[in-house]
Nanobody
Framework: QMQLVESGGGLVQPGGSLRLSCAAS????????IGWFRQAPGKEREGVSCISTSGESTYYRDSVKGRFTASRDNAKNTVYLQMNSLKPEDTAVYYCAATRKNYYRLCTLPLDYDDINYWGSGALVTVSS
């Protein structure tokens, strides 16, 4: 079964850190750019970070620049999102998404669900004291 399995969400205090993992099963991530999206209650899903197939290029939305870092280990078929200095407004369900589209377009253009080949299962991140 081809799927993306996420892990690493949880409850953390403001200023804390979490690392999300997104592991592919049944297919190889080598040829897919990966986007990290989040959706807070009552809000639309928004792009947080995107990473190219090689991992050499990344994009971050302004609100997470300098705090979040996306990386990938194609040998492990896994992509990561390191989140530091977390804020309450980062609270959301985080999804990874695999696409054959360009990583930059994935993050900078309005989300088109038809562009996504695989969605992750979602990981709840709650930032609260």
């Amino acid at each position: 079964q081809m799927q993306l399995v996420e892990s690493g969400g949880g409850l953390v205090q403001p200023g804390g850190s979490l690392r999300l993992s997104c592991a592919a099963s049944g297919f190889t991530l080598d040829y897919y750019a990966i986007g990290w999206f989040r959706q807070a209650p009552g809000k639309e899903r928004e792009g947080v970070s995107c990473i190219s197939t090689s991992g050499e290029s990344t994009y971050y939305r302004d609100s997470v620049k300098g705090r979040f870092t996306a990386s990938r280990d194609n040998a492990k078929n896994t992509v990561y999102l390191q989140m530091n200095s977390l804020k309450p407004e980062d609270t959301a369900v985080y999804y990874c998404a695999a696409t054959r589209k360009n990583y930059y377009r994935l993050c900078t253009l309005p989300l088109d669900y038809d562009d996504i080949n695989y969605w992750g299962s979602g990981a709840l991140v709650t930032v609260s004291s």
